[in-house]
């Protein structure tokens, strides 16, 4: 038996996308889904990273939420870094960027 691969779904939009919450439904389907993205749009900031500021993490899921969401104050790549470093316990085998 395989387990599920785990998917972190992003994007710079914000959490509150139309488009991210689409993709959460798709990538649900074929994995373990875990969501960290940004708490207000980020367009343009895909490769930014917040060095003067404080970062929030705030979880936005239930805790027996079949999907994990995290809304991040940061931009693209702090969420990515944040969910790689701090919450994932494996490495996702994909992630996604709507």
Same mark, same amino acid.
């Given at each position: 038996?395989?387990?599920? +691969? ?7 939009? !914000?959490i ?14 074929? !994995? ?5 993205? +940004?708490?207000?749009?980020q367009?343009?900031?895909g490769?930014a #990273?917040?060095?003067?500021n404080?970062l ?17 104050s !940061?931009? +693209?790549?702090?969420? $990515?870094k944040l ?9 996702? #085998?994909? $992630?996604?960027?709507?």
């Open positions: 038996m395989t387990d599920k +691969p785990t998917i972190l779904v992003t994007n710079d939009d !914000g509150n996308a139309p488009g991210i919450r689409a993709l959460i439904s798709v990538m649900a389907t074929i !994995g373990d889904v875990i969501v960290v993205a +940004p708490d207000s749009p367009s343009a900031m490769h #990273i917040t060095i003067n404080t929030y993490l705030n979880k936005i899921s239930a805790e027996d939420a079949a999907i994990t969401e995290y809304s991040c !940061g931009t +693209p790549v702090d969420c $990515v969910a790689v470093n701090e919450i994932l316990k494996r490495n996702p #085998i994909y $992630v996604f960027q709507e």
